[in-house]
């Protein structure tokens, strides 16, 4: 049998496909393994109880009755099947508190929270954690999701950097539905840059802007506009972007003119022109004459230096010294001699 409070949340949401129409003695059974409310969250098929139905349509009163009734049904899971890479059927779970991160129920998170949820617990499959509550705000179902209900979470102390099992954290996520928003939120929240993208090479991840060319949900001036200030960025562009690297290098001495106009220190990214001259290669070079002239002529023109003058010419020393500077041009101003017969030694005779 299904409960009032199963009806009425039903009548509030638009996510519910089905009812159970099974014996009661089979829905019994169904009730201690799966639940006897089916709907579909995240292209899948899921079983639950009146929580997870309260919890993915938003309803706040449903959950708080649902909590009152069982306060261990906060951290009850729902589950759902899907079939592994090899084909084999698998069975997945979570809890409330991911369905409600996930459409952006904010008021059902805060108090989920405020009872002691925790935003550290993953959505499994095969019994294998593949991702947490962040993650689930992030990629809101391949929607991008709520900028509101991610700060709130990041101001829980939500990790922006914690991998999923496939190594992507939340800015990857973000870049894979294109949220720009959550991109730019997340960047924000990632305190050491540098850091975090040497942990993704060196556990041979691919980065963040890498997931971005490769889901193609982002135009190429949006991806220009939000890669990193770094040279793994700058790299990841001249691979696949190089129309980008124009606009890249405009962005970062915008920035750097930026920051010295203000006083402040540029942070330590290695950005500077002599640093992108030793890290380009003689082949990156060649490579984007090949696909794109213009960023070629970029580039080299921001790995030029120029001297610093002040009056429009080349500043020459206020006195120059004329004196020997070695021996042997001590002995030949001694000896009056020519520079040629210096050089040239013993003639014969």
């Not at 509030?12 to 009661?24: A, V």
């Not at 904010?106 to 925790?118: D, F, G, N, Y």
């Not at 960023?295 to 006195?319: F, I, K």
Request: one cysteine or more; hydrophobic letters at 35%; a negative charge.
């Amino acid at each position: 049998m299904v409960s009032m409070d199963v009806l009425r949340a039903r009548e509030r949401s638009g996510y519910i496909l089905m009812e159970t129409s099974l014996p009661e003695e089979e829905l019994v059974k169904l009730q201690a393994g799966r639940g006897p409310n089916v709907f579909r969250w995240n292209g899948r098929e899921c079983y639950g109880s009146t929580i997870h139905l309260a919890a993915l349509s938003g309803d706040l009163e449903a959950v708080k009755h649902a909590l009152q009734e069982d306060p261990q049904q906060i951290s009850s899971r729902f589950t759902y099947s899907s079939r592994s890479p090899q084909g084999q059927d698998q069975e997945g779970s979570g809890e409330a508190i991911h369905l409600a991160a996930s459409k952006g129920h904010e008021e059902v998170v805060h108090l989920l929270v405020s009872l002691s949820a925790h935003i550290s617990s993953k959505v499994t499959r095969g019994n294998v954690p593949h991702y947490n509550v962040l993650h689930a705000a992030v990629y809101a179902e391949g929607k991008g999701g709520s900028k509101s209900m991610v700060s709130y979470l990041l101001g829980v102390k939500a990790d922006p950097e914690l991998p999923n099992v496939d190594g992507r954290s939340a800015l990857h996520l973000a870049y894979q539905t294109g949220s720009i928003q959550l991109i730019k939120l997340l960047h924000e929240a990632i305190p050491d840059w540098l850091a975090f993208e040497d942990a993704v090479v060196r556990n041979e991840h691919p980065l963040p802007l890498e997931i971005g060319v490769h889901f193609d949900k982002m135009s190429e001036d949006e991806l220009a506009d939000t890669a990193q200030l770094t040279l793994k960025s700058l790299h990841v562009l001249i691979d696949h972007l190089p129309h980008c690297v124009p606009k890249f290098l405009h962005r970062l001495d915008t920035t750097l003119r930026t920051w010295k106009q203000n006083g402040a220190e540029p942070p330590p990214v290695g950005m500077d022109g002599k640093s992108i001259a030793q890290f380009i290669k003689t082949q990156d070079i060649a490579g984007l004459m090949r696909e794109c002239p213009e960023a070629a002529c970029a580039l080299l023109d921001y790995c030029s230096l120029e001297p610093e003058v002040t009056s429009g010419h080349n500043p020459l020393p206020t006195r120059v010294s004329f004196a020997p500077r070695t021996w042997t041009q001590s002995l030949q101003n001694a000896l009056n001699l020519q520079n040629d017969l210096l050089a040239a030694g013993p003639r014969k005779l």
